[in-house]
């Protein structure tokens, strides 16, 4: 009982709560940068759509689809 | 012919001038920085600003108007209750990743680099990403609406702008956990694993070793680091300003908004809110390192 004690007590693994907890924790800090990252490249992004129903990188096209405009055409 | 114990004696006096010559600069940058900014802002508050064309000083009006009104101890309850609360969570989370953080796992080096990562980040960022994730159309209202918990985002409870803080209380708790981390880690490899061997061989179970064993060593860096985030919390600005309820705001968005005033009168008030911070926070602050400094004492530790 001594000797289950005493491994239990110097075990240098992890424990099952905490493999759970690193994960949590992993979600928790770096979860929040998914939203980030995604609405950086969203040029449409309406509630509640998963993810956006238009890109920015995308968008040249569409509107080089709609108006036969060119990128370069909106240069200076 | 002096004696060795004269000779020592001026070693010694030498030895101590040095050390306050060495000590010299930043003692005359704090002394002059922060003592003058201190005292000139007591003066203020206490009516001293003749460049706004007021010098009634010593006028305890300012302080006496302010801790007269109900609103002052309402938004002290509020700054003390997003301080402790936020600092209380980022405590457990952070000595639970500390312990876990020592073990031996495979993707030990990748965490180590992860949970610092808040640390890199500015709190107003923190609270962009508070707000995309936690807001009425955010993340977790999208997920609800996905689920079908919801249907509209007026539906999504509220977590943001609330006096529950519940925003606020996550951009520090995400900041912070961190910082308590990587105290706690140092920590807990300095003090390494023998007299947590010794305590298991004498038959200590994991919990027994923890609060018996562990802890007490941990717990400068504990009091070290609850001290600092608790002396930020208390004083932070964007986090209530931004995701706070609005009236009565926390104490440092309530001197703000004196400050901000179009009647620039008002700013001697602000500064008697401010005033009013310092010492609160500072006497929390004394009295907390008093009772740890009594526990040392009691155990031995000086």
């Known amino acids: 009982m001594v000797g289950k004690n005493f491994k239990k007590a110097l075990n240098t693994r992890l424990s ?27 040029f449409r992004w309406a509630w509640p759509d998963m993810l956006p129903s238009t890109w920015w990188l995308e968008q040249p096209r569409k509107i080089h689809d709609a108006t036969g405009m060119g990128l370069c055409d909106f240069a200076l | ?25 930043v003692l005359i940058i704090l002394t002059v920085l922060f003592g003058g900014a201190l005292i000139l802002a007591v003066m203020q508050s206490l009516g001293f600003a003749p460049w706004f064309g ?4 010593p006028d305890f009006s300012y302080f006496g108007a302010l801790w007269g009104s109900a609103s002052f101890w309402k938004s002290l309850g509020l700054t003390l209750y997003y301080a402790s609360v936020s600092t ?9 990743l500390a312990l876990a953080l020592v ?6 080096t990748l965490y180590k680099y992860l949970y610092k990562l808040p640390l890199m980040i500015p709190y107003t960022v923190g609270i962009a990403l508070a707000v995309i994730v936690l807001g009425n159309g955010g993340m977790l209202s999208r997920i609800m609406a996905f689920v079908g918990l919801i249907g509209d985002p007026s539906e999504f409870p509220q977590i943001l702008n609330t006096h529950y803080g519940w925003g606020i209380i996550a951009v520090y708790v995400w900041k912070q956990t961190p910082f308590v981390t990587l105290t706690l880690y140092a920590v807990l490899l300095g003090v390494g694993r023998e007299t947590e061997e010794a305590a298991a061989i004498l038959g200590a179970n994991k ?7 562990t802890l007490p060593q941990i717990l400068p860096g504990i009091v070290s680091s609850t001290l600092i985030i608790f002396a930020f919390n208390i004083g932070a600005f964007e986090a209530p300003f931004i995701l706070g309820g609005g009236f009565p705001d926390t104490l440092p968005v309530v001197a703000w908004r004196y400050f901000n005033d179009a009647d620039y009168t008002l700013q001697l008030q602000g500064m008697a809110t401010v005033v009013s911070i310092a010492m609160i926070a500072s ?4 009295s907390y390192l008093a009772l740890y400094r009594r526990y040392e004492r009691r155990i031995g530790r000086t």
């Open chain 2, 54 to 57: 007021v010098n009634t000083f």
């Open chain 2, 283 to 286: 006497g929390i602050l004394y």
């Open chain 1, 16 to 42: 099952t709560f905490q493999k759970i907890y690193l994960l949590l924790i992993a979600g928790f800090i770096l979860g929040p940068f998914i939203p980030l990252v995604i609405q950086s490249f969203a």
């Open chain 2, 1 to 25: 012919m002096p004696n060795s114990s004269t000779k020592q004696l001026a070693h010694h006096r030498r030895e101590r001038l040095w050390m306050w010559a060495q000590l010299s600069p």
């Open chain 2, 207 to 213: 919990f027994q070793i923890f609060f018996q064993v």
């Open chain 2, 103 to 108: 073990r031996h796992f495979p993707s030990k």
């Open chain 2, 88 to 96: 209380i969570i980022a405590l457990i989370m952070g000595t639970l």
